[in-house]
């Protein structure tokens, strides 16, 4: 019997714990919900952590949210969606969102791209020694859009992502955790040409038809990992609907056909360990994959 005990219990997956790094309520469900609810459901320990409370986001028609209220119904979006797609623990740091690039509130005191790196990074490291992940994903280092909030991320997660198993890190009381695999969540660039041509066939002045594909999501050669996240799609719409303040991504995609490439494939840069000599491409198809879990 003792056979068959191991062997489901590696079947559920309940030993994989996950985390996802990102920098505003919606970004870990519009980004790479799916992937969050794939695992969720296969029985891992999904944890999110986030590093602002969306205050100077865009508020959507359908919302009674006003800019006094926005940051705290945006709190309550973030906790509410991740029950939706079966989140462990959804975190968030408090940091004030720093708004789009070059926009005033960049400059505000207490923009999170002004909080020095260290004290983000010593967040995440805390964050990283208390949940004890095995596999870690963030923003690729463009932030998906160029976003200044989602590059801060990226950069911290990375450094917290070496300095969490580090002894000798002494930014943190807790106990060292040594992660065994970061990822970028990416989105493919010849998918962003396709929507970003679309935009702008629909609306040539809208302010998506104005923005350069060339510089959105990552090139599709730097990609090492696809997963198959279809089966998730209907979930995925719902947790994207608790986020009543903001536009739905759903609602601007051009066609069913990039609509079905958003819901059924999640793409990632494998980071740690990085990918040996003579491998490239897609040479994975699960986060998890090699770690015997
Ligand atoms: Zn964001």
Redesign the pocket.
């Known amino acids: 019997m003792g056979a068959f005990v191991a062997s489901d219990s590696k079947t559920v997956n309940s030993e994989r714990r996950l985390l996802c790094v990102?920098?505003?309520p919606?970004?870990e469900t519009f980004g790479s919900g799916s992937t969050l609810i794939k695992y969720a459901a296969e029985g891992a320990s999904v944890f999110t952590s986030c590093a602002t409370r969306?205050d100077v986001g865009e508020i959507a028609d359908r919302s009674d949210a006003t800019p006094e209220t926005l940051s705290a119904v945006r709190e309550q979006e973030y906790y509410d969606a991740g029950k939706v797609m079966g989140v462990k623990q959804s975190i968030l740091y408090g940091f004030r969102d720093s708004g789009m690039a070059g926009s005033p509130d960049n400059d505000h005191p207490n923009a999170y791209i002004k909080v020095p790196m260290d004290e983000v990074v010593a967040k995440v490291v805390d964050t990283i020694r208390e949940l004890k992940p095995q596999v870690v994903f963030t923003f690729d280092e463009g932030g998906g859009y160029g976003?200044p909030?989602?590059i801060h991320a990226s950069e911290a997660t990375k450094l917290a992502y070496f300095a969490a198993g580090d002894p000798s890190y002494e930014g943190s009381t807790l106990e060292p955790w040594k992660p065994s695999k970061l990822y970028y969540h990416g989105f493919p660039r010849s998918m962003m040409r396709k929507w970003f041509a679309a935009f702008a066939e629909a609306d040539p002045d809208s302010d998506l038809a104005k923005l350069d594909p060339e510089e959105m999501g990552v090139p599709d050669e730097t990609l090492t990992t696809e997963l198959d996240i279809s089966a998730h799609a209907e979930t995925r719409r719902k947790a994207i609907e608790v986020h009543q303040t903001q536009y739905s991504p759903l609602d601007r995609m051009p066609s069913p056909e990039l609509e079905a490439d958003f819901l059924n494939t999640d793409f990632f840069i494998r980071v740690d360990p990085p990918l040996a000599d003579g491998e490239s491409g897609i040479v994975e198809t699960d986060l998890f994959e090699g770690l015997g879990i």
């Open positions: 990102v920098a505003h919606d970004d969306g976003h909030d989602h």
